[in-house]
């Protein structure tokens, strides 16, 4: 079976699910969905706090570029590591019943996703109600797919290598650490290239391009905030680097997907 | 350091094995000999390193029979119906149209409506059994599992699979008990170490099974 015709075949599932999951996670907090627009807010409270003193950044400006950072960067982190370990959260399901392995960690992804675009909902909100939405935010339906893509492309092969090898889940998290420095979550592109511009070292402006989590959180900072359209040549490289990670993914699930319960100690 | 994979174990290997349709088969075998594995096989969970597993039919729905697993704890019974109806192959629709029936044979009244965290044990067996009974499948795959919960539900639950083994659905029952093999099924293979030891009529298997699997306990 293709993916597509398992991707038809069970995507009732994926979606009662996903709304399943949304809302028994509501339920495990007396705040319920309020976390899911608190978590980022906090997050963004204290880098702002931190940051504005070190560059002296203040404002509601500085706080929007760091709070679409933070919504990007959640979305991102929350849905490939949860995915990554979602095989083997569900591994007593997975021995019961004969369910194709990417199930449970496109559920996570989805709702990670629901709930990073309610947040993304009221990042709007904010940057309307000061007047910067414009023409260019049109294009954000593309910067979410291109994101969302990058997100499952990602997630699939690793959710598989770390069933495999559990060692790797430590590695992925450093990685993941070092990205969030990277990817100008509390600063932006164009700090980087003039730091590079007067040190004399724009080999280090190329390799911050390379990175897609820092092209995507430019390009929503671009059509929110700047009232620019996003670099399309960057945006187009982040997709190309999505699709490959998407198609090694869904090889590897199609190689796995049968055998991964034999061969993993659990 | 690195997770050790499993060693190399072949559970199942040069089985030949054919299930008739209707048929009500028992597997009876100490823990250890591949009975486990053989129900992943044949419900497709697991695939088979040599050889293969083919149904007669495409189509063909098989469901190894499995009490909340899989349950959220934090929805109700009727979500989680729904929930594991879907795990095991069933549509959201199918499940919906039986929430009555299932709420009804649990009888967990309004318990169905709570949390399936604020369930006992026994609780949660009565509404996966009674999950298991909605989803209707053409191979019904049972390991261990006949009746659950209380004494009531006990007797509820044997008589449900009693109706199950009465009907034309094929039904593979696996068990180290041979009594229960020789009381439910029609046919009893007896499985050693992944090989079939002896085959054939419940109560001459069961006779071959208790003279000869001193030999093989440690």
Redesign the interface.
């Known amino acids: 079976m293709t993916f597509l015709q398992q991707l038809t075949r069970y995507k009732d599932i994926v979606l009662y699910r996903t709304h399943a999951s949304i809302k028994s996670e509501a339920r495990q907090s007396y705040l319920g969905y309020v976390w899911f627009l608190l978590e980022p807010m906090m997050s963004t409270a204290v880098l702002y706090f931190a940051w504005s003193y070190i560059n002296g950044a203040k404002g509601f400006e500085a706080i929007l570029t760091i709070l679409i950072g933070m919504v990007a960067w959640g979305w991102f982190e929350s849905s490939v590591m949860g995915g990554a370990g979602s095989i083997k959260a569900k591994f007593h399901v997975l021995n019961q019943f004969s369910l194709p392995k990417w199930i449970f960690p496109v559920v996570t992804i989805l709702v990670n996703s629901w709930k990073s675009l309610f947040v993304f909902g009221v990042v709007l909100a904010m940057a309307a109600a000061k007047g910067l939405i414009g023409v260019h935010t049109l294009w954000l339906p593309v910067i979410l797919l291109v994101q969302l893509m990058l997100i499952v492309g990602l997630t699939l092969p690793i959710s598989i290598a770390v069933t495999l090898m559990h060692d790797l889940t430590t590695v992925i998290s450093s990685v993941f650490r070092l990205l969030f420095f990277v990817s100008g979550l509390f600063f932006t592109a164009s700090q980087v290239k003039q730091k590079c511009v007067e040190g004399n070292t724009p080999g280090l402006y190329e390799a911050f391009l390379w990175n897609p989590m820092a092209v995507l959180i430019d390009a929503y900072r671009a059509v929110i905030q700047r009232g620019e359209s996003p670099d399309f040549s960057l945006l187009g490289r982040a997709a190309g680097l999505a699709l490959v990670f998407l198609v090694l993914g869904l090889a590897a699930h199609a190689y796995f997907d049968k055998k991964i319960l034999k061969l993993t100690n659990v | 350091?690195?997770?050790?994979?499993?060693k190399e174990i072949w559970a199942v290997r040069g089985l030949n094995l054919d299930i008739f349709e209707g048929e009500k088969l028992g597997i009876m075998g100490r823990n250890g000999c591949g009975k486990s594995t053989l129900m992943?096989l044949l419900?497709?969970?697991?695939?088979a390193?040599e050889g293969k597993v083919s149904y007669s039919r495409k189509d063909c729905h098989?469901e190894?029979l499995?009490l909340g697993?899989?349950f959220?704890?934090?929805?109700s019974g009727a979500?989680n119906a729904?929930?594991n109806g879907?795990?095991?192959?069933k549509?959201?629709k199918h499940m919906l149209e039986r929430l009555d029936a299932i709420r009804e044979f649990s009888g967990l009244n309004e318990f169905f409506d709570m949390?399936v965290y604020t369930y006992s044990s026994g609780m949660g067996l009565r509404l996966g059994f009674s999950v298991a009974m909605e989803t209707d499948p053409d191979v019904l795959l049972i390991d261990e599992v006949l009746g659950v919960g209380d004494e009531v539900f006990v007797k509820k639950s044997e008589e449900a699979l009693k109706q199950k083994f009465a009907g034309d659905r094929t039904v593979v029952l696996i068990s180290h008990d041979a009594a229960t093999i020789e009381r439910m099924c029609t046919r009893a293979v007896w499985l050693e170490k992944g090989k079939i030891l002896a085959e054939g009529n419940p109560a001459e298997v069961a006779a071959k099974y208790h003279q000869g699997v001193g030999a093989y306990t440690n």
């Not at chain 2, 419900?43 to 695939?47: F, K, W």
């Not at chain 2, 879907?86 to 192959?89: A, D, K, Q, V």
């Open positions: 350091m690195l997770s050790k994979t499993k992943r419900a497709g969970i697991y695939s390193d098989v190894l499995s697993v899989g959220e704890g934090n929805l979500e729904v929930l879907m795990l095991m192959g549509s959201r949390p």
